[in-house]
């Protein structure tokens, strides 16, 4: 029996919900599709999930999952910890993040349907190719740093196990990583540039303990950064929610090209 629901994005999915199975009540969240969210992200998030439990991964564990019908959809429990983030830079967290990004990352996979090469982060949106194809305003850094990244090859290494879309908001307290969607297959950079992004935007600062964090845990250096940092700052809208974000960008951007 379900209890009550509460939609987690504005006023579209996914869903938490409450209910009641064989007397015990419990939470759960029901993702399935809604204008941003197609039958292809709802089976990958539920593959992604499947993996993680093998790999005894920090994430959301599967319930159910009805991937065949004309409305897909899947169940998941509800990630443990909260998602508020302190007003300064929290270097402890950010260093668990780390090292949880490299538990990740130790999953070695080749791509496939359901988890597919991911070449920058936050799959469903191509920022870069929009601003390229006009239908998106752009800026002089914007594009240099775009015909900087098209004229270079993309790092070549093994493929592994990569989020996605890690930013504060899919990262708990208890560094569980939740909102798998666009999870897939490459390069570790397309997580670490992520997260250096958004902490840049969030606190104007670039912080190296993310890194530091994922190479000890790894036991391995990470590398082209700065590389990756393009990437992920060329994925954003050409104007952010404020301008102090948007300079924050930038600032980031800037630096990321400074050691190409």
Not at 95 to 114: D, K, Y
Not at 159 to 186: E, M, Q, R, Y
Request: aromatic share 4%; with cysteine.
């Amino acid at each position: 029996m379900i209890r009550s629901v509460h939609a987690l994005h504005d006023d579209q999915g996914p869903w938490r919900l409450r209910v009641v199975v064989r007397g015990r009540e419990r939470q759960l969240v029901l993702r399935s599709l809604t204008p941003r969210i197609d039958a292809e992200l709802i089976a990958t998030g539920a593959a992604a999930l499947e993996v993680a439990e093998v790999h005894g991964l920090r994430a959301p564990r599967l319930v159910a999952k009805d991937l065949d019908s004309c409305l897909p959809a899947t169940l998941e429990t509800v990630a443990t910890g909260n998602t508020t983030w302190p007003r300064t830079v929290p270097v402890a967290r950010l260093r668990a993040a780390g090292a949880a990004l490299a538990q990740v990352h130790a999953i070695r996979l080749e791509p496939g349907p359901r988890l597919p090469l991911r070449t920058r982060p936050i799959a469903v949106d191509d920022f870069a190719r929009d601003r390229r194809l006009g239908h998106l305003p752009t800026s002089p850094l914007l594009r240099q740093a775009d015909e900087l990244i098209q004229s270079i090859s993309r790092p070549e290494g093994e493929t592994v196990f990569v989020h996605g879309d890690v930013w504060p908001g899919n990262l708990t307290s208890t560094c569980t990583l939740i909102d798998w969607k666009t999870a897939g297959v490459g390069n570790p950079g397309v997580d670490l540039g992520e997260l250096r992004k958004q902490i840049a935007i969030t606190y104007g600062a670039t912080t190296a303990d993310i890194v530091e964090a994922w190479e000890s845990a790894s036991g391995g250096p990470a590398t082209d950064i700065p590389y990756w940092d393009a990437v992920a700052a060329l994925n954003t809208p050409t104007t952010l929610y404020s301008p102090e974000a948007t300079a924050r960008r930038d600032a980031f951007l800037r630096a990321a090209l400074s050691q190409l």
